[in-house]
């Protein structure tokens, strides 16, 4: 992959990442956690918290990642719209 692509195209790329790791976020979520035992016992429930803040974690650093994308894409848009228009000649 060129360097430009991803210099000129890093809000896009960032918001990418943000998606991937609410996808690994949910599948570890899934995989280690899963659903919790109805009646557990101190040790699986302990486990089964530990987990879950593992999987909130990734959830967390996957949102940072789409905000600062989608900030960044719109700001993008904005400064194009900007520059881009035409202004009238006098």
Same mark, same amino acid.
């Given at each position: %992959?060129?360097?430009?692509?991803?210099?000129? @195209?890093?809000?896009?790329?960032?918001? %990418?990442?943000?998606?991937?790791?609410?996808?690994? !976020?949910?599948?570890?979520?899934? &995989?280690?956690?899963?659903? $919790?035992? +109805?009646?557990?016992?101190?040790?699986?429930? @302990? @486990?089964? /918290? /530990? +987990?879950? =803040? &593992? =999987? +909130?974690?990734?959830?967390?650093?996957?949102?940072?990642?789409?905000?600062? !994308?989608?900030?960044?894409?719109? !700001?993008?848009? &904005? /400064?194009?719209?900007?520059? +881009?228009?035409?202004? $009238?000649?006098?």
């Amino acid at each position: %992959m060129p360097k430009t692509f991803l210099i000129r @195209n890093w809000p896009l790329v960032t918001s %990418m990442i943000g998606i991937l790791l609410a996808v690994a !976020g949910l599948s570890y979520e899934i &995989i280690f956690a899963g659903i $919790p035992y +109805q009646d557990p016992t101190p040790e699986i429930l @302990n @486990n089964y /918290h /530990h +987990q879950t =803040a &593992i =999987a +909130q974690r990734i959830y967390t650093v996957a949102y940072v990642f789409c905000l600062i !994308g989608a900030l960044s894409l719109f !700001g993008k848009f &904005i /400064h194009r719209e900007i520059t +881009q228009r035409k202004r $009238p000649k006098l």
